[in-house]
């Protein structure tokens, strides 16, 4: 494939169609660009045998060390070779084009309004199942998740790298000065407030800020985890998806952003059940909900920072790779923006209490 294609977002779905007829070994007579993602390109590719598979088309960028693919299709290997069904099939992947097929899942996206109790429970059966992995002779060979964080002082260290981040960018726009307002006059702040606060919790209640979460207590997680990354089959069955940042994580960190996630609109009593079937399912873990309590506002701030990707360069630009069509960015900034500020007004306001503790 001409490398043009890995990092043009303009390229027409057809001119992919020769190298998905390859991988495939069967000659492509459909391509249809589906799905929202933010990251990757998504297609549903009909070969001349009628079959049909998604092929995912992942952004390669400098500034971007992960390697989305071989996270993903390696991942989705190792967990389908291990006899989980509620995922994709992996198919073939070429990493040269950046390309990945997997086999198709008939299946619609779930909304927040239509999650029941019934797919909270398939959710945690699901993150069970990935719990009993973590001694297969082979999980050791998994990298931690995205950005994952085993101490309380590594979930500050990954916020301030972010907020500097935010900081330093040198893009211009009629939001910039929002955005310089709302880091320093309101984040800021509240960070330091938050943290502080967290920290003395913890040493009050004789956890350590630096010394890392055993291995024990870590668990396989997809880390974007929830029903925004699910299909639901015409059958009732969920299938989950996007395993882009797949990895060891702590149980806790995978609990907070399940509730966090701003795709995740659960209602109040929904996020309790989840806290509560969660916990459970990790029951021999006495101080996790003690560590949930710890960690939740400190990564309701990191989804603060997350929310404002739209004013990073690079991070626009593999939304732009992904996204059919594009938006205006200031429009889409604004937007971010307000959501950013709504979050953290929430965190401030329920910080000092956790609000999803079974009452």
């Known amino acids: 494939m001409p490398s043009s294609l890995l990092f043009n977002p303009e390229v027409k779905p057809m001119d992919l169609a020769g190298t998905l007829g390859h991988l495939l070994g069967a000659s492509v007579t459909d391509l249809e660009a589906i799905g929202n993602g933010r990251n990757s390109q998504v297609y549903r590719v009909r070969c001349s045998d009628q079959r049909l598979y998604a092929a995912k088309r992942y952004p390669r960028h400098p500034s971007d060390a992960r390697d989305r693919l071989a996270t993903e299709f390696d991942s989705l290997q190792f967990l389908w070779d291990a006899g989980i069904r509620t995922i994709p099939q992996p198919v073939v992947e070429d990493r040269r084009a950046g390309m990945a097929v997997y086999a198709f899942i008939d299946g619609a996206r779930i909304h927040s309004e239509h999650v029941t109790p019934h797919d909270v429970d398939a959710a945690v059966e699901f993150l069970a199942a990935l719990r009993a992995l973590r001694d297969h002779p082979e999980s050791h060979r998994l990298p931690a998740a995205s950005e994952a964080c085993f101490t309380l002082g590594a979930i500050g260290d990954t916020i301030e790298a972010r907020l500097g981040r935010l900081a330093a960018t040198d893009a211009e726009g009629p939001l910039r000065g929002a955005l310089e307002d709302f880091l320093h006059q309101e984040f800021r702040p509240a960070f330091h407030r938050v943290m502080r606060w967290c920290v003395e919790l913890a040493e009050q209640a004789g956890q350590s800020v630096t010394e890392e979460l055993p291995q024990t207590f870590r668990t396989l997680s997809p880390s974007d985890v929830g029903f925004h990354n699910a299909l639901r089959c015409p059958e009732g069955r969920i299938v989950f998806v996007d395993f882009e940042h797949f990895g060891w994580d702590d149980p806790a960190k995978m609990i907070a952003d399940f509730l966090l996630h701003p ?23 006495v101080a996790l909900g003690l560590r949930l309590r710890l960690v939740y506002p400190l990564f309701g701030l990191k989804w603060c920072m997350i929310l404002l990707n739209e004013f990073v360069p690079q991070d626009r630009r593999r939304r732009d790779f992904a996204t059919f069509p594009l938006r205006v960015p200031e429009a889409l900034q604004a937007e971010q923006l307000a959501k950013a500020r709504w979050k953290l007004q929430k965190i401030l306001q329920t910080y000092e209490r956790f609000p999803y503790a079974d009452h």
Do not use: G, I, P
């Open 263 to 285: 795709a995740m609109a659960l209602s109040e009593d929904l996020k309790r059940y989840v806290v509560s079937r969660l916990l459970a399912c990790f029951k021999e873990q």
